[in-house]
């Protein structure tokens, strides 16, 4: 019973450990919006994978009058992301075919300003 409970423990602090540093893709900034960008799964894997993108300012307040949009390659059509209320966070599964870059395209909604970044993948066996 207690090597049960102490499985159950390390199962529940694993789950709640922040991801390897690694493989975390660095924040970029645009005009005065901080963009995070976040995979599940962490590392990423050629195939499926969502994408979060978190917009704060610098002082931390979300940014939620963005059109976010996401592709892997160049020539690909670009997919919306969904936004999560007003929190700042926007979220798309998107396929990957093992390709070294993520496109984010940034743009404010009733404006004509925007701009794309771009974010390195770093997959498991890079390393």
């Known amino acids: 019973m207690r090597g049960w409970i102490i499985g159950l423990v390390v199962v529940l602090l694993s789950a709640c450990s922040e991801p390897d540093p690694r493989y975390q893709m660095a924040a970029q900034k645009w005009d005065d919006v901080v963009i995070k960008v976040e995979s599940r799964p962490t590392p990423v894997r050629v195939g499926t994978n969502e994408f ?21 390659e160049v020539d ?48 498991k066996g890079d390393l």
């Open 76 to 123: 690909d059509d670009w997919q919306q992301a969904i936004q999560d209320g007003h929190s700042g966070v926007y979220r798309r599964a998107l396929r990957i075919p093992g390709t070294p870059t993520l496109y984010v395209q940034l743009r404010k909604k009733m404006s004509e300003k925007e701009t794309v970044l771009e974010f390195p993948l770093v997959y």
């Open 52 to 72: 979060l993108i978190l917009a704060t300012l610098e002082r931390g307040k979300p940014v939620h009058d963005l059109i976010i949009s996401l592709r892997a």
